[in-house]
């Protein structure tokens, strides 16, 4: 018997669960990008970066190939782009929300 839908969905999410793995997605999203560009956009140790690639590979959201004598990165599933910008309309509404109950609790408000 495989997996249920939502556990696969949480281990997605799992997966998702880390900035430097949102920003490579994100810059991924835009374009290919070797290794030392995506050092250049990102403030993180290489080795680190290492691991946060090897995190997607692994979930096969991202594939690596070589163009000359650097690896390139690229997303597998151009959806991830769909994904990131529905997580960033989603927190737009959510601060909206949160500023409505904000001034709503504010001492000078009153019901």
Request: charged share 25%.
């Amino acid at each position: 018997m495989g997996v249920p839908l939502y556990q696969a969905k949480a281990e997605f999410f799992k997966t998702l669960a880390h900035p430097a793995r949102i920003r490579i997605l994100e810059l991924l999203s835009e374009r290919d990008h070797a290794v030392h560009e995506l050092l250049e956009e990102i403030d993180i140790e290489p080795s680190n970066l290492s691991q946060q690639l090897a995190v997607l590979r692994r979930t096969s959201m991202v594939v690596s190939h070589r163009s000359g004598g650097e690896v390139v990165y690229s997303v597998s599933v151009p959806e991830v782009r769909d994904l990131l910008l529905a997580a960033r309309t989603i927190l737009a509404g959510l601060i909206a929300v949160q500023g409505e109950l904000e001034s709503e609790l504010a001492p000078s408000h009153r019901p």
